[in-house]
């Protein structure tokens, strides 16, 4: 199944093996989610299915296989958020189907301890120095030296993944193979073996080149590509050593796309970031003056010899005998106890403080360290401490009861309690009474308001005819008779004494308003009284 994914990728059409390799595996990490798992969950789901225990060599079921595999992937799925799932059957199916095509790759292989360690630990996620430390305990002896029958065990184990994707003639085994990687040195240590991440071996330069990828899929570079002239490139980005400029993002150089004066032969440096030319100059600058380091070591440096692990048997056995001397001694107690005779007496009481002052020093000097130190058992002062501490459990008690009693009584008071409402009529018909007084009231209130502004529409018309009639006397004032005088003048005393009218009816209603709202507000008064 997998191998029609590789397929569809056209990962075929690279140049560079090398490439080839790293891409199709980095595929099928991905399809496969390992790339979601770190070398220490691999490390801890080995130690629980109990493959620690087990020699390199031994051989291990499919049935076994699969348990290992599905308690990773189940692992997965709880931690990760929930807005990103897996399917951890479909997973878990893919990579033992991967892992049984691999050694099925060639003929007379059987499924060995050592070869699902190292599958898993290369392919799944993580830093390449904490996998490689991880290898590095698997074929090293107790002193911390590396095993080269167990370390060629690892290469052939290893090779199986180019194998498996078909790039397996680029990188085969031979027997001379484990020694070719560390020729000078006769006993090689951790730190050593750690240097595969800076030189790899010709058959591993495919493993770091892996971890590369996966560390630059996401790296922007805004420049373009002199062939494909694609606005920007994402990955390595490869410049020409030899044409000024010329630049090749990562899928035509690895397909081996060229233009103008480049050629394939010339040497590119691969870029996995982007540095502006300040950042560039500024590091150049750094250099020359000797105020940032050159170079920086490949990994961290590690201690040449393993950690020792705590011997505990010593602590196990003093333990063992300190606790048997206290168990017989405490069985002698109890004999003497129910032996002697059942009389409270103050010689039985002494005789007892005895035994037990006995048990004590005996206690004291079972610790030659001084764990249990000695001193004077106070009888009467620890009784007094034990009443007191009883009395004042009992109080702790009352007092909590007490308050559990007001915090109740406080709910019941600040709780509406409509029952004792409903059980007197009296109040309810007055509370009845008082709601249809209050509608009363609302009604005449928009029926006054109505009123007001009739009136105010009224006092109005009544002004605008007033100035008429003003107007039009001052201009035949002159011309006119004695008796259209007096017309004029009886016109103007009743629209005066309307206007009058008019404004001691609006003040009445005004009066009658401030009575209603002075009632409104008693009313409310008494409703939130009841």
């Known amino acids: ?56 060599n031994a051989g291990i079921s499919v049935t076994r296989l699969e348990n290992l595999v599905s308690s990773l992937f189940n692992q997965l799925s709880k931690r990760l958020p929930t807005t990103h799932t897996i399917n951890p059957r479909e997973s878990t199916v893919l990579l033992v189907e991967f892992l049984l095509a691999a050694m099925d790759s060639e003929p007379d292989n059987r499924l060995t301890v050592l070869s699902v360690k190292a599958m898993l630990a290369i392919l799944c996620g993580g830093k390449l120095v904490d996998k490689l430390r991880y290898v590095f305990s698997q074929v090293s002896d107790s002193k911390g030296a590396l095993v080269q029958s167990q370390f060629d065990a690892f290469l052939r184990e290893a090779l199986r993944l180019p194998t498996a994707v078909h790039e397996g003639p680029s990188f085969g085994y031979t027997h001379t193979l484990a020694r070719s990687c560390f020729t000078q040195q006769k006993r090689v240590m951790l730190n050593m073996f750690l240097d595969i991440v800076a030189n790899p071996p010709e058959c591993l330069v495919w493993l770091p080149l892996m971890h590369r990828m996966a560390n630059v899929e996401h790296v922007y570079h805004p420049v373009s590509c ?158 007094q401490k034990r009443e007191l501490i009883a009395q004042l459990e009992c109080k702790n008690r009352e007092i909590l009861a007490e308050i559990r009693r007001l915090r109740a009584e406080h709910d019941a008071a600040c709780q509406p309690s409509p029952e004792k409402g409903s059980t007197n ?99 409310n008064g008494k409703d939130r009284g009841i």
């Open 226 to 383: 002199s062939y494909c002239r694609s606005n920007g490139m994402t990955g390595f980005r490869y410049r020409c050593l030899r044409c000024r400029g010329y630049q090749l993002c990562q899928d035509c150089f690895w397909r081996g796309n060229t233009s103008g004066s480049h050629s394939s032969q010339h040497h590119m440096k691969e870029h996995s970031s982007w540095k502006s030319p300040a950042t560039k100059l500024g590091r150049a600058l750094g250099r020359t003056l000797g105020c940032v380091s050159s170079r920086e070591p490949p990994h961290p440096i590690y201690p040449e010899e393993p950690e020792r692990t705590l011997n505990l048997a010593n602590l196990v056995v003093l333990a063992a005998q300190r606790m048997n001397e206290e168990h017989a001694l405490i069985a002698a107690y109890v004999n003497r106890l129910q032996s002697s005779p059942r009389v409270d007496s103050p010689s039985r009481q002494d005789e007892e403080h005895k035994l037990i002052a006995r048990y004590t020093s005996r206690l004291a000097e079972a610790d030659g360290a001084g764990v249990i130190p000695q001193r004077s058992i106070n009888f009467d002062v620890n009784k």
């Open 1 to 56: 199944m997998i191998f029609c994914f590789t397929a569809e990728q056209n990962f075929d059409a690279f140049c560079l093996s090398t490439y080839r390799t790293a891409c199709k595996l980095r595929f099928v990490q991905k399809r496969c989610n390992l790339h979601l798992i770190d070398i220490y969950n691999v490390i801890e789901a080995v130690r629980d299915a109990g493959l620690n225990a087990v020699e390199l």
């Open 425 to 523: 009529p009296t109040l309810l018909a007055e509370l009845r009474l008082l709601r249809q007084r209050k509608d009363e009231l609302e009604q005449r209130m928009s029926s006054l308001q109505e009123s007001r502004r009739e009136l105010m529409v009224q006092l109005e018309g009544l002004m605008k005819l007033l100035k008429v009639t003003h107007t039009h006397y001052c201009f035949l004032h002159g011309a006119s008779s004695q008796s259209p005088r007096r017309n004029l003048r009886n016109d103007l005393l009743v629209a005066a004494d309307s206007i009058t009218n008019t404004v001691s009816s609006l003040v009445k209603e005004l009066h009658s308003d401030d009575g209603r709202e002075e009632e409104e507000r008693l009313l």
